[in-house]
């Protein structure tokens, strides 16, 4: 195996991954607020693009770092809680599934935290990610990047995206919790 190929250095390319996306979070969030749709946009399928990609080189690896295994999911919980209270403030999703959403995370990483392991993410645990981001990038498609139809219909089926990642999130939420 080629130095470029090994266990370390995969396991370093997906932890460096990883950081990059944490730091992604601040800049989404002001990139929104200063009305920068088309660039919180195109951080946000960023983000999404890396976690899959450090996640594929973990595999690769044959695991990822422990430490990269704490990490992963807390920076996708920075990710996806940026735009999502943002979209709660603009009120375009109830702030009471955004609350139940926030919560669900805070108790799986108290969870993660536990577990010497980092807790490895469930297949639920991992469509729900799947799910939030595409929900997430329907409901901040840009309204300059299409007809006003268009956008709208992209909206809407964001909003009814998100709706099935909540029950994902509280099913893996359960199932997580049921291993303890």
């Known amino acids: 195996m080629t130095a470029a190929r090994s266990p370390v250095r995969l396991r370093q390319l997906a932890d460096a991954l990883t950081l990059t996306r944490a730091a992604m979070g601040l800049p989404l969030i002001v990139s929104l607020s200063a009305g920068l749709e088309g660039v919180a946009w ?14 594929l080189l973990a595999r ?5 770092s422990v430490w990269g295994a704490r990490l992963d999911p807390l ?7 940026a735009p999502l209270l943002w979209l709660g403030a603009a009120g375009r999703l109830p702030l009471w599934a955004i609350w139940l959403l926030l919560a669900r995370e805070l108790l799986i990483s108290g969870w993660r935290a536990a577990e010497r392991s980092g807790g490895p993410a469930s297949l639920t645990g991992k469509a729900k990610t799947v799910l939030q981001f595409a929900s997430l990038l329907l409901l901040l498609w840009p309204g300059s990047w299409g ?3 268009v956008v709208s219909d992209l909206h809407r089926l964001g909003w009814w ?4 990642s909540l029950v994902l999130a509280l099913s893996s939420a359960a199932g997580y919790l049921r291993q303890r």
Do not use: E, M, N, V
Not at 42 to 48: F, M, S, V, W
Not at 75 to 81: E, F, G
């Open 161 to 164: 995206l998100f709706w099935p």
């Open 60 to 64: 690769r690896a044959g695991g990822g």
């Open 75 to 81: 920076t996708d919980k920075i990710l996806i809680a």
């Open 42 to 55: 195109l951080l946000l399928l960023a983000g999404a693009l890396s976690d899959w990609l450090d996640g």
């Open 147 to 149: 007809a006003g139809a």
